[in-house]
């Protein structure tokens, strides 16, 4: 395989760096740079991380860094995961508020750790905070339960003051979207697949309407959702399947549960990858309909969450 950090690779743009991905030979990784500067997006970190936890590390070439930005990549905790030494000396302060380094995430408890350590990245109260939470828990649950990965799934996320957003990466390298949903639909093909993820009521588990009594496979329309309220972007890649949501070109705000409805690019014809890729930028200014929808959000994962705990401890009566 081979990977390029580009001098720039952000949702916005983030097309030309998928495209020069290869996926051959899946038994080695060559990583390669832009020799004067890298700027991207905690969505490519997690790609490339999670592609090297693939690979044993004597496979991985990384060839040497020159861009001054090379710092980023060391504190993110890249080479860490690569187990590969960069030769970059950095002096780590406090993280907390700021970013996130590249996490693995395989059990509830290393998800518990990563949502407590993203909260001070929202700054905001808890009300608004908590359905963020939600959300990108449900996203990683899902990942553990049903991408049969043997890696987990690859978080990292970074806040950015000057433009008060969020951005998060969310990277598993399992069995991808199409084979989940095709255990309950017959999509056709990548791009079919990954709509009907963006679906709400929409799950690989059944075809029953609104999926599970407590899964209604919610959790990728309603990150869409906030992407669409702030106009934000998001994205997602499986397979060879690309489907991105682009920034609203008016101030009326939509959400359609159809996502070939919103404004949006998707492709069918990128380089393969196995597993699942999801990237989000969240701006965090509390307009009104951001709050109503994160005011919905919460109540929809609270019901969820009391619907789980009633399944749990019911007891068989018997008659």
């Known amino acids: ?20 991905f290869d996926p051959s030979e899946p038994d080695k990784l060559v990583i390669t740079s832009n020799k004067n500067w890298i700027s991207i997006h905690p969505v490519v970190l997690s790609m490339v991380a999670a592609l090297g936890l693939t690979v044993d590390s004597s496979c991985i070439t990384c060839e040497s860094l020159e861009a001054k930005s ?86 990292s996320a970074q806040y950015f003051k000057k433009t008060n957003t969020i951005r998060i990466g969310v990277v598993d390298t399992g069995v991808g979207i199409w084979a989940t949903i095709n255990n309950a639909y017959r999509p056709k093909n990548d791009i079919e697949a990954i709509r ?49 949501l682009l920034k609203r070109d008016t101030n009326s705000i939509r959400l359609h549960a159809d996502p070939s409805k919103d404004r949006h690019s998707e492709h069918n014809d990128y380089p393969f990858w196995q597993g699942t890729v999801v990237g989000v930028d969240i701006s965090l200014n509390t307009t009104e309909e951001f709050s109503l929808l994160l005011d919905l959000i919460d109540k929809v994962y609270k019901e969820a969450i009391k619907e789980r705990k009633k399944e749990r401890y019911k007891k068989p009566i018997f008659v």
């Not at 990977?3 to 097309?15: R, T």
């Not at 990108?136 to 649950?141: D, I, N, P, Q």
Request: hydrophobic share 40%; glycine share 8%.
């Open 70 to 155: 090379r710092h980023y990549l060391e504190r993110m905790g890249l080479f860490k995961f690569l187990k590969i030494q960069s030769g970059i000396a950095v002096v780590e302060h406090e993280p907390a508020g700021r970013f996130i380094p590249l996490t693995q995430i395989k059990d509830s408890e290393t998800l518990t750790k990563f949502v407590t350590e993203m909260m001070p990245l929202l700054h905001l109260e808890p009300k608004h905070a908590d359905p963020i939470r939600h959300i990108v828990t449900e996203l990683v649950r899902n990942v553990i339960e049903h991408s049969l990965s043997h890696y987990g799934a690859i978080l």
């Open 1 to 20: 395989m081979k990977i390029h950090l580009p001098n720039s690779a952000f949702l916005g743009n983030i097309d030309p760096f998928l495209r020069s």
């Open 196 to 244: 009907l993820a963006l679906t709400p009521g929409i799950t690989g588990t059944t075809r029953r309407e609104g999926g599970t009594e407590f899964n209604a496979g919610a959790g990728l329309f309603f990150i869409k959702s906030i992407a669409t309220v702030n106009r934000d972007f998001f994205m997602i890649y499986s397979g060879k399947g690309m489907f991105k």
